[in-house]
């Protein structure tokens, strides 16, 4: 059965510091691996998306992930964070051959400080 | 991107009344609707899979006579919360997506039952 595992349940950085959120997933096959964002109340922003190719993916805002298949993880990357990444981020996997549904992680949690 | 609606963002109800949401896909066409669940703080958990013109397939542990879902056209599938009791109260986010293409999360719809 898929999984996924987002350990960090809360980050905090400092604006203008680098950030890496988390996320290690169980699947047998090759999974799609999303990243989404979510501001308080609001439904979810796609980040960034890995179907196959190439392992590091961009995305928008200025956000990266990279799958490592013998990690299992994909973990989303900033160089420098803006007060607005302040959000609950969740990384998600999908497979194909269940239309992909998606199964979340249980989120993390972006705080910045100025 | 593909825009995805939801209507209404928010609703009241007093428990025992039955509630309906719809959601929407303006821009394409959904052969697959999802609709997801989220309590506070928490991960986004699948409740069913809907394909235009046929049952939702619910998630293990889903009351498909309390959460009834109908997918009767390519741009819409509603959510009806037959007898709602507080424990309902949650938010309710729904996807589409097009044959083979990522999901589209619709802004959600917070339901809160008294």
């Known amino acids: 059965a898929q999984s996924v595992t987002q350990p960090d349940i809360h980050i905090t950085v400092s604006e203008g510091a680098s950030l890496e959120l988390r996320c290690n997933y169980s699947y047998g096959a090759t999974p799609y691996l999303f990243w989404y964002v979510q501001s308080p109340g609001q439904g979810l922003q796609l980040l960034l998306k890995y179907f196959s190719g190439d392992t590091l993916v961009q995305g928008i805002k200025g956000f990266e992930a990279e799958f490592k298949r013998s990690q299992s993880s994909f973990n989303l990357r900033k160089p420098s964070v803006h007060w607005s990444d302040a959000a609950e981020y969740f990384c998600a996997v999908g497979a194909g051959n269940s239309g992909y549904a998606l199964n979340f992680g249980k989120g993390t949690s972006l705080l910045v400080t100025p | 991107g593909a825009v995805v609606s939801q209507h209404p963002s928010r609703v009241i109800c007093k428990s025992g009344t039955s509630v309906k949401i719809e959601c929407r896909s303006l821009d394409f066409q959904a052969t697959t609707m999802f609709w997801y669940r989220q309590f506070p703080k928490q991960s986004l958990m699948l409740m069913a899979t809907?394909?235009?013109?046929?049952?939702?397939?619910?998630e293990q542990g889903v009351e498909k006579d309390k959460f009834l879902i109908n997918h009767a056209s390519l741009t819409l599938s509603t959510l009806t919360v037959t007898s709602a009791h507080p424990e309902d109260s949650s938010f309710y986010i729904c996807s589409a997506r097009e044959a083979a293409s990522e999901q589209f999360f619709g802004p959600g719809t917070r339901l809160t039952v008294l």
């Open positions: 809907s394909n235009e013109g046929s049952k939702a397939t619910y």
